[in-house]
């Protein structure tokens, strides 16, 4: 094979070979440029007659490239599907070189097309509960090498990459910060107005700060923030791992003999921890001021006795259960979304599907939290 001619013409020459047979005699360059016009002699060929046996005689090649050998698979793959079996004869060295570098099989497997056969309901709930059974045992394996990873963070403080640990800081929480306080204060507002309401016909007015206080550090603070950051932090999480996962980064750190739990998801997951409750305090607060706006303009309260009953409806075991509940929050956002990252394999519609996955997960796993704090708070205080 000479490899010197690349760019000349490829020429596919067609003549019948006991009966019904077919003997394909290829010359000239296969090469990439000539692929469009040597794909259109084959797909003409396959219309216009119905063999029972392709030879494909490769003597006459003077270069070939690996576009030229996947033109070639695929004719045999058109074939295929016809139960046409196609045969390679004359085949130089430098060919064969290139063929055994491409997978074949996995080529040709695409010549039987999957039929997907509709599940009956108790095959939907088999599948469905062994896909959950296997995402519980994911998520346990990656809480368990998350866990030793922080229990070596608390023992050697220097191994940790401080440098991503602040950037992720500023990128959760300095930036989270104005879409927190935002929402924070208008849910407080709209909280107001709405008891207001009701609670004016009874001259209760004063209490609508008891209510927006309570309302905002037990339960909505914290929930509120941890939402955000579900959908702001956690969701770009998954999608970072991803994206390294496709572009095969995880795997060059693995062969490079580092912990891509401790390299990538502890950071991550510290920085959480501690920009949650820092943004709980100040949606606390800004969901405070959003009911004093409405109590002090449109009840004709004055914002002492607003904040003096608010002081009053609320305590320290208020407060710090709220930051315990954001901490447990941040662990499940940021740790959800980098095992749901690690799970990519693909490309980018799987990396779109995990970080969907983990801002629904993340969700879900925040509201069940949050029920079992309530129940428990129920019976401790």
Aim: glycine share 8%; with cysteine.
């Amino acid at each position: 094979m000479k490899l010197e001619n690349p760019i000349d013409d490829c020429q596919v020459s067609c003549a019948e070979k006991d009966g019904n047979d077919l003997l394909l005699s290829i010359s000239g360059s296969l090469s990439l440029p000539n692929l469009l016009s040597v794909k259109s002699r084959f797909q003409s060929i396959m219309s216009e007659r119905n063999p029972g046996k392709i030879t494909l005689d490769l003597a006459d090649i003077t270069y070939v490239d690996s576009a030229g050998v996947l033109s070639l698979l695929q004719l045999e793959l058109n074939a295929a599907r016809k139960s046409i079996p196609v045969y390679f004869v004359n085949v130089s060295a430098e060919a064969r070189n290139i063929m055994d570098l491409i997978d074949r099989s996995t080529v040709l497997d695409k010549s039987t097309p999957v039929e997907k056969n509709e599940l009956t309901p108790f095959e939907q709930v088999g599948e469905a509960s062994l896909k959950v059974a296997e995402d519980f045992t994911s998520i346990t394996i990656f809480l368990g090498d998350l866990l030793l990873a922080l229990s070596q963070a608390l023992l050697h403080p220097a191994g940790i990459r401080w440098k991503d640990f602040f950037f992720y800081v500023k990128r959760a929480g300095v930036d989270g910060l104005p879409i927190v306080a935002l929402l924070s204060f208008l849910l407080g507002l709209i909280i107001a107005f709405m008891s207001s309401l009701q609670l004016k016909q009874f001259g209760a007015n004063v209490y609508v700060a008891s209510l927006v206080g309570f309302g905002m550090v037990r339960e909505l603070g914290p929930i509120l923030t941890a939402i955000i950051i579900a959908g702001r932090s956690g969701s770009a999480f998954a999608a970072e791992i991803g994206t390294m996962k496709v572009n095969e980064e995880v795997d060059a750190l693995v062969t490079m003999g580092f912990n891509p739990t401790r390299f990538l998801a502890l950071p991550k997951v510290l920085a959480a921890m501690l920009v949650v409750p820092i943004l709980t305090l100040y949606s606390d607060v800004f969901g405070i001021l959003g009911g004093l706006m409405v109590g002090v303009m449109g009840f004709d309260l004055t914002a002492f006795s607003y904040l003096q009953q608010t002081v009053k409806s609320i305590d320290i075991f208020d407060v710090v259960t709220s930051l315990v509940k954001s901490v447990l929050f941040a662990v499940l956002i940021a740790g959800i979304g980098c095992q749901r990252g690690f799970r990519v394999k693909g490309g980018a519609e799987s990396v779109g599907l995990y970080t969907t996955s983990a801002v629904v997960a993340g969700l879900f796993l925040i509201i069940i939290a949050d029920s079992l704090f309530a129940i428990i708070l129920y019976y401790v205080h």
